[in-house]
């Protein structure tokens, strides 16, 4: 079955970078924009990047803009968020999710925490 | 930018009860919107795409109409799984953008 499973969250102190993976399985990878969402504790969603099939086309949240970089490799069926320069701000659980340009989020990972904080 | 506006932004319903969820965008968006379940300590799910397609594996309680800037998420028939938080999201354009959530309890 389609499945997404994130992983590389953690306890990152202010300033500090983290890696998140998703690794994808049950669908044709390289068919698909793939995008990372993330919600802060007791918040809402808010889309974060995006990155197109063939890797060529990234759309990032301002909020985002020169921190985070979105990239994927697509003969291991990933996509990654590398997030520099981190804040307390970002603290927040961050899904990964097929989908992104026409097309809605679906299905979503279980999630991976990060968690900014001194 | 895009902005979506849920109303409300919580409403208490019992089972049984139908239910209904709006969300407007700040300017067209044609079809381009999605509605997603999520329930606590879960990652969302999709409900709705094309504003009314029903996805795959959801109950025919719930449907999805509108076009432009007005649209309604429905629930027919509420049940006891149905508690959750609901989000509209709009894909027509960059920025992605969601709704701030309605918040079902019972």
């Known amino acids: 079955q389609v499945q997404l499973v994130e992983s590389g969250g953690g306890l990152v102190k202010p300033g500090g970078s983290l890696r998140l993976s998703c690794a994808a399985s049950?669908?044709?990878?390289?068919?698909?924009?793939m995008s990372w969402i993330r919600q802060a504790p007791g918040k809402g969603l808010e889309w974060v990047s995006c990155?197109?099939?063939?890797?060529?086309?990234?759309y990032s949240a301002d909020s985002v803009k020169g921190r985070f970089s979105i990239s994927r490799d697509n003969a291991k069926n990933s996509v990654f968020l590398l997030m520099n320069t981190l804040r307390a701000d970002d603290t927040a659980m961050y899904y990964c999710?097929?989908?992104?340009?026409?097309?809605?989020?679906?299905?979503w990972g279980q999630g991976t925490l990060v968690t900014v904080s001194s | 930018d895009i902005q979506m506006t849920q109303s409300p932004s919580s409403l208490s319903a019992s089972v049984g009860d139908r239910v209904t969820i709006t969300c407007r965008a700040s300017?067209?968006?044609?079809?381009?919107l999605a509605w997603y379940q999520q329930k606590p300590e879960k990652a969302p799910k999709s409900l709705i795409y094309?504003?009314?397609s029903l996805q795959s594996g959801v109950p025919s309680r719930f449907s999805g109409s509108g076009s432009g800037t007005d649209f309604t998420l429905t629930i027919s028939s509420l049940q006891p799984e149905d508690f959750a938080t609901y989000y509209c999201?709009?894909?027509?354009?960059?920025?992605?953008?969601f709704g701030g959530g309605t918040k079902v309890e019972i």
């Open positions: 049950g669908f044709t990878f390289t068919d698909y924009y």
């Open positions: 999710a097929r989908g992104g340009s026409v097309r809605w989020f679906d299905p």
């Open positions: 999201q709009q894909y027509k354009s960059f920025p992605l953008t």
């Open positions: 094309a504003a009314s």
């Open positions: 300017q067209g968006i044609s079809s381009w």
């Open positions: 990155i197109s099939s063939n890797g060529r086309s990234i």
